[in-house]
């Protein structure tokens, strides 16, 4: 059964609907037709969701007449390269496409980032619409438009703002997300509630366990609150010059220690922001901007539902060190004029944006956390 909601993305004459709900893909045809400008379309994805998500997409579009080919890319970070991207570019090209043929984006955020440059860029621009998979794409990547792949210098450095003409969010593909992906695309739900809205970071404390035990109506409410909380802030910034960037609340630490695991399966992107998130707050209360007790509070739900907190539960416990992250801190897009943007917090709920952090600050509270880290990587004396 379908059960479905639909937001807005207002930006004008590039505005869209998310469609977030139960059964969604099995509308997708219908829900698509309207939006697109001949009954034709491409369909980028990776091997793991093809084999679980893609005939019931298929046999949608086959249900609404809209003609279709599918390109399948192999899963995982390593595929949204430029080797991809020029391969991925090439086979779509070969399939004879017109200006006016769509792209969907059906996967995580890797396939809806690599589809979406790939829909800025050819013929100058196609319409493409988003099919996330994962949590961390329906909460959060397949919203807003930015598209883009990784280079040698770092993750996302060549990419596009592109909107999508169409967010398809179909809660039921979440049943077959590993639970490690859904608590790092989790730590993303629960960003939003940390960054500007306590009262859904209040219900998060209560509802997420149940949620990521595979609570339906959890999940939807959670979908839906995320994708409306990042359709607002990207109405009224769509480029990230001002009030977005708080979206990047965790990332930059996050960032850094991603850097450091080599963006693999040692540290998932949610995974760091998760630890990212944990390290703006003990920041901010150290420096005596947020009450202590509500930093503690994010260390205890993080614990409760089983996201990393200390730097020692990741990288196979070998430490990190404070100047080497700092060095990627330095190297973020968010650095201007040579100063580190840290999105720091006032309190649950209230995030913002500081410039103000001395390098030394930082440093030492870094060495402090990695400190930790080392002692507990280190053998104990005797054992
Ligand atoms: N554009 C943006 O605004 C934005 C925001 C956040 C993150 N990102 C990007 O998103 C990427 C991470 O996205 P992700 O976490 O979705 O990773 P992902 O796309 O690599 O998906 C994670 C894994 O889950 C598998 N998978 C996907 N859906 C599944 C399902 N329903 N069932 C079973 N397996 C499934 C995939 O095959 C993959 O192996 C990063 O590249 C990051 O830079 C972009």
């Known amino acids: 059964m379908s059960t479905r909601e639909s937001l807005r993305v207002e930006l004008g004459p590039r505005s869209y609907e998310i469609i977030v709900g139960n059964g969604v893909i099995g509308e997708a045809g219908a829900l698509i037709a309207p939006v697109i400008r001949q009954p034709r379309a491409v369909i980028v994805t990776d091997e793991t969701v093809a084999r679980l998500h893609l005939p019931r997409l298929e046999a949608s579009l086959d249900a609404a007449a809209i003609a279709h080919q599918s390109i399948v890319l192999p899963p995982g970070e390593a595929t949204k390269d430029f080797v991809h991207f020029a391969k991925l ?4 090209l070969a399939l004879g496409i017109e200006r006016g043929t769509p792209l969907i984006a059906l996967g995580g955020g890797v396939v809806g980032d690599l589809a979406g440059f790939a829909a800025a860029t050819l013929l100058r621009g196609l319409d493409y619409v988003q099919v996330p998979t994962t949590l961390l794409a329906q909460v959060d990547s397949s919203v807003g438009g930015k598209t883009a792949i990784d280079s040698a210098h770092g993750k996302n450095l060549v990419g596009a703002f592109h909107q999508p003409v169409l967010v398809l969010a179909d809660i039921d593909t979440l049943a077959t997300l590993p639970r490690r992906e859904l608590l790092a695309g989790y730590a993303e739900v629960v960003k939003y509630g940390l960054i500007r809205d306590r009262g859904f970071y209040d219900w998060l404390e209560e509802a997420g366990p149940a949620l990521i035990a595979g609570d339906g109506a959890a999940r939807r409410r959670a979908v839906r609150e995320s994708c409306a909380a990042k359709a607002a802030v990207v109405a ?73 907190v200390t730097l020692d539960e990741v990288a196979n416990r ?53 400190g930790t880290a080392k002692a507990l990587a280190s053998p104990s004396p005797g054992g």
């Open 236 to 308: 009224v910034d769509e480029r990230e010059t001002g009030e977005r960037q708080l979206l990047n609340f965790g990332h930059t630490f996050g960032h850094a220690l991603e850097a450091e695991t080599g963006f693999g399966d040692a540290l998932l992107h949610g995974e760091a922001v998760a630890l990212g998130m944990r390290l703006a707050f003990d920041l901010s209360a150290r420096l005596g901007l947020c009450p202590p007790e509500s930093a503690a509070r994010v260390r205890r739900h993080f614990n409760s539902v089983g996201l990393p």
């Open 89 to 92: 570019c090439e086979d779509i």
């Open 318 to 370: 070998r430490g990190f060190d404070p100047d080497a992250l700092l060095l990627h801190m330095a190297k973020d897009k968010k650095v201007r004029d040579g100063r580190i943007a840290l999105i720091l917090a006032r309190d649950i709920g209230a995030a913002y944006v500081s410039r103000e952090v001395p390098e030394a600050t930082l440093r030492a509270f870094l060495a402090a956390e990695a």
